[in-house]
């Protein structure tokens, strides 16, 4: 069946532009990840969705970030004034429950210029 | 808070030599191991996991882990790699939240 798709796959951004990232996940999968993935590092941990809610928005780096999941499906990540710091690849991920194995999309390469 | 860490950042290999690559964890409470590979312009794909029971757990591609919870540790082995296991491995920590480490990149040269 189809995985977790992210799109766009490559966004390229001026510093201090709003950005929206978007992540489709795999049918049936009630919980949600966002991670953020800096070059050498390993996925950062961002916000998890339980359904439609923001069950732990703990990781979001301070208040330019905001994510949402308004059917309980589909998420958008969103970036506001965006700064060079928040260049980096953005990994969605999606499990059957928070404790079940999360699948990962492709991820955005986002580039703030 | 867990965190995990990965001792080696590269680890160079030649073909059908063994290999661990070796991660360490620190958490208050039980958790979740987790190993994942991400292969070049791919994303994540998980190799195996521990939950709970056997120490040793076996996952896909001919891997393998070993939980030891008295030294923290969560280790990944191959008996004989092949070049296609040339990726980045991520070693990662669950008890709420899934922490990652920073990863080894598997280099396997013929």
């Known amino acids: 069946g189809a995985g977790v798709s992210q799109t766009p796959s490559n966004k390229v951004t001026e510093k201090g532009k709003y950005v929206e990232l978007r992540c489709d996940p795999i049918?049936?999968?009630?919980?949600l990840y966002w991670y953020r993935q800096s070059l050498g590092q390993g996925p950062e941990f961002l916000i998890y969705?339980?359904?439609?809610?923001?069950?732990?928005d703990s990781g979001l780096p301070n208040d330019r970030f905001f994510a949402v999941r308004p059917e309980g499906s589909v998420s958008t990540l969103k970036i506001q004034r965006t700064e060079r710091g928040d260049s980096a690849v953005y990994l969605c991920?999606?499990?059957?429950?928070?404790?079940?194995?999360?699948?990962f999309g492709p991820g955005t390469r986002l580039t703030v210029l | 808070a867990q965190s995990v860490t990965q001792l080696d950042s590269q680890v160079p290999v030649f073909e059908e030599a063994p290999v661990e690559l070796r991660c360490n964890y620190s958490s208050s409470v039980s958790v979740y191991l987790f190993w994942y590979v991400q292969y070049p312009n791919q994303g994540l794909q998980l190799l195996l996991k521990?939950?709970?029971?056997?120490?040793l757990v076996k996952g896909i591609n001919g891997f393998e882990a070993e939980f030891n919870k008295s030294q923290t540790s969560f280790h990944l082995r191959k008996p004989s790699v092949h070049i296609s296991d040339t990726a980045e491995y991520f070693c990662a920590v669950s008890d709420r939240d899934m922490r990652f480490g920073a990863g080894t990149r598997l280099t396997v040269k013929p």
């Open positions: 521990y939950l709970s029971g056997s120490t």
């Open positions: 049918s049936g999968h009630t919980a």
């Open positions: 991920a999606s499990s059957l429950s928070r404790q079940d194995t999360q699948y």
């Open positions: 969705f339980q359904g439609t809610g923001a069950a732990d």
